[in-house]
Each structure stands twice: as structure tokens, then as C-alpha cells.
């Protein structure tokens, strides 16, 4: 199974998605399954990762909806994991495709306290108890608060979305040396996605962002890195083909087996697809 394992749709509205600027205006319409599927064709993918970008519960019902009409495609929802009810909320959601949620810890005044709040402490448990993967979306700036997060969380995946948003300035070793104590934990899964709109006002090349990917499989490995394209947000910096073409390249070198897992098998275990659960990491 090949499997793009980061991708959004949505029907645009500037007051729904303030964080599409102006500046953004490739962004600025509808993006909806029946236009990710021609792409994911042309690379032999069969499945991806509808995964949220606006934080409310209606935005997990619409990507449920569009999943439904699409039947390889599985969801990240969004919920609020500080909600007294979160149990009830969690009860409500319930559905065969949805594998879990992310929140746009990003975009927080204080990304550091939010995710030590006892709140959230007390949500994510109860995720983690019902199987369902948590995305964390942080940048550089915040990868060691999220390696404290992952640290109080391992009973389920955890995914770093975008390899944690890496300053591409400061090149990748420093990345590396960032991210090492993250990348050591055996619950935590790393997406190569996004990193093409992390470099300087979205201008890269294979040559830039090629040691990122190489430095990813030295601390992550193949079996916890997955594919995923960030369409249609990587449209700002290159279409589809040149973000899975970039990916393609770097791994020329690995087996069959360590592609076929960023590819798609690696995804597939991560988000329950194979209905499979690897016990010689999550014991409880």
C-alpha cells in the first residue's frame, strides 16, 4: 500500500481560514478529494491522510463526509482535548475512518505551557486509551517541550508533523542534533512533509532540503518516517509532482523494504489501516 500521509481538503472561506494570508492566494479556493485524486494516481499512491486545518468539530464531520465518497481516504480530525466532556465528545465522533486528531499547537500564544497544561495531560490519556494517534504540529522553536510532551505519552503513536518545522537556515545537523532525543522514542513517527514551504520565502531546491531527509533517516530510520505531500499548502512552493518527486530521489539508495515503509507501510501500521497493533511498543 503507498500512501500520501498528510494531505487537507477544504471549501474555502477567508473568515474560516485566517491563516491564509493574502500572500496565499494559490490557496484561496476549494481543494476537495476529487482533485487530490488524479495527483495521487500519477505516483501509484492508492490512500492518503485527510488531515484537519481549522480547529472545530464541524471541520472532523465535513473530512468524515468527503472520506466516505473517497474510501481509501482516513482522517485527523481536530477536538478539544481540554473539554470536560472530551469523553462524550469522543463517543460522539466515533467512526470507522476517523484514527485521530492534531491541534495547531503552532499557533498558541505560549506553545510551551499549552502543552503542559493538566488539561491536556488528562486529554491526551484519554486519546491515547482509545487507539487513536496524536499529531503534534510545532516548530523547531518548540521541539523540546514537544519531546517533554512525547516523553509523558507513549501509551499510542505520536506523529511530528512536517519534521517539526525545521529553520532551514541553520541547516540540518543542527535540526538533528534538535530533534535526536524526540527521534529516540520508539512511539514517535516522523512525517517528510512540508519542507518545501519552510525554505526562505518557498524558494528550494533538491540540493537544500535533500540533508533534512538524509538527516530524518539517520535519527528516525525508514520504518518511522511516512510521505507526505502537505498538498494543497505545499502548492505555494511546488506542485505534487516536485514534492513527491524530491522524496522519491532521496531514497534511490534504500532497500525496497525501507521505501515501501515511508511509502505507505510505516502509515498504514501508524493509522490502524493493516488492523494491526506492533505490541513491542505499546506493552499496556
Known sequence: MRIDAHQHFWRYDAADFPWITDSMTRLQQDFLPDD?????????????IAVQARQCVAETQQLLQWA????????????????SDLAEQLTALQ?????????????????????????????????????????????????????????QHDRH????????????????????????????????????????????HGQWSSAQLRPFIDEALARFGPHRLMF???????????????????????????SADEQAAIWGNTAAQVYSLTGEKNESVFAG
Open 36 to 48: 487530490l485524486a488524479p495527483l495521487l494516481a500519477q505516483r501509484q499512491l492508492q490512500s492518503s
Open 95 to 151: 467512526h470507522p475512518l476517523l484514527r485521530g486528531f492534531r491541534h495547531q499547537v503552532q499557533d498558541e500564544q505560549n506553545p510551551a505551557v499549552w502543552l503542559q497544561q493538566p488539561r491536556v495531560t488528562t486529554g491526551i490519556t484519554q486519546i491515547q486509551r482509545r487507539d487513536y494517534v496524536w499529531e503534534m504540529l510545532v516548530t523547531w522553536q518548540h521541539l523540546a517541550d514537544a519531546t517533554r510532551f512525547a516523553a
Open 157 to 200: 503513536w505520536l506523529v511530528l508533523d512536517h519534521l517539526g518545522k525545521p529553520d532551514i537556515a541553520r541547516g540540518a545537523q543542527a535540526w538533528g542534533e534538535q530533534v535526536a532525543e524526540l527521534a529516540a522514542m520508539p512511539h514517535v513517527v516522523c512525517k517528510l512533509s512540508g519542507l518545501v514551504t519552510e525554505a526562505p
Open 228 to 254: 507526505g505531500s502537505d498538498w494543497p499548502v505545499c502548492l505555494l512552493a511546488a506542485e505534487y509532482h516536485a514534492v513527491a518527486q524530491l522524496v522519491d530521489d532521496a531514497l534511490a539508495e534504500l
Open 68 to 83: 466516505q465518497q473517497q474510501p481509501a481516504t482516513q482522517v485527523i480530525g481536530w477536538i478539544d482535548v481540554t473539554a
